[in-house]
């Protein structure tokens, strides 16, 4: 009996892949319009098979703008796995930055949002090398939104090349030094945001010195870095409701220290935040994959 429900489960799949792509041959044959006008008239049929036809052929479509806008006009009709499968389809995904983007995202489970997340600031890690100064505050806005969902080595990564497109300018003129300040305060406030949402959800925060080390330029002195830095995550701490927000981040710095200059923990583990979470009972920060 088993070996034959896998032949039958064998066969279904075998005639759904031929479907598809006979599906995919015909949808391929219109113009991004004729798409839209035939995705309207599937979701109409609210069944199963339409939604499939209609998943389809959004992910068929040339511009990733239409696909988007698209999306985001059908969304309610759409299960949180359809509207993912169709993101994950968008080969642009500098689009993902629109209003629409972000909002469908928002409303995808946790898992979907951090592999679309990361693969924004994959993309915009690529892309901050060539762009205009100018484009790059926008960026950090958009990115600023979805910052929760993202890992805190992506982070780390986007500021540093950042950083280093900043240090690679050559242009000392008043206007591109206010451009270059936008920038490096916008960072801050995106370092101070992702070690608040980490605190938020699980009462602790790594690599709080690295972010800081990050986003304060080096010729700053200690003493002033760590005020620039702390000013900022109160501020964000107010935006999240996190109460005393500074004093809380201080104490996880502090109590990391303590361990260091008592030979409990090396420098490497006192800067990762690692060795300080672990030695709290019965909690572990996840390992990122």
Request: net charge neutral.
């Amino acid at each position: 009996m088993k070996k034959i429900d896998e032949l039958k489960d064998k066969i279904e799949r075998f005639l759904d892949n031929r479907e598809r792509k006979a599906l995919i041959a015909k949808l391929k044959s219109m113009s991004d319009d004729e798409l839209e006008q035939y995705v309207m008239k599937q979701i109409k049929k609210d069944s199963k098979d339409a939604k499939k036809t209609v998943v389809t052929a959004i992910q068929t479509m040339d511009e990733p703008e239409k696909q988007l806008e698209l999306t985001a006009q059908i969304s309610d009709e759409l299960t949180k796995t359809e509207r993912s499968k169709i993101i994950e389809s968008i080969d642009e995904s500098a689009i993902l930055f629109d209003d629409n983007g972000i909002d469908i995202i928002k409303g995808l489970d946790k898992g979907q949002k951090v592999d679309i997340v990361e693969r924004i600031i994959s993309n915009q890690e690529i892309k901050v090398r060539t762009m205009s100064l100018e484009e790059i505050p926008e960026v950090i806005d958009q990115m600023y939104y979805l910052i929760n969902e993202a890992k805190d080595s992506s982070v780390l990564n986007y500021i540093y090349t950042v950083r280093r497109r900043l240090e690679s300018e050559k242009d000392n003129s008043s206007e591109r030094k206010n451009v270059e300040s936008q920038i490096k305060l916008k960072l801050i406030r995106l370092a101070a945001k992702k070690i608040l949402c980490n605190y938020k959800h699980i009462g602790y925060s790594m690599q709080i010195r690295e972010f800081m080390k990050q986003t304060i330029p080096e010729n700053i002195p200690d003493e002033k870095k760590r005020e620039i830095f702390f000013d900022a995550i109160e501020l964000e701490g107010n935006k999240l409701g996190i109460k005393d927000s500074k004093n809380k981040i201080a104490e996880l710095l502090k109590g990391e220290e303590e361990r260091y200059r008592q030979g409990e923990i090396k420098k490497k583990e006192r800067d990762s935040g690692k060795a300080s979470l672990n030695a709290k009972k019965g909690h572990q920060f996840p390992e990122e994959k």
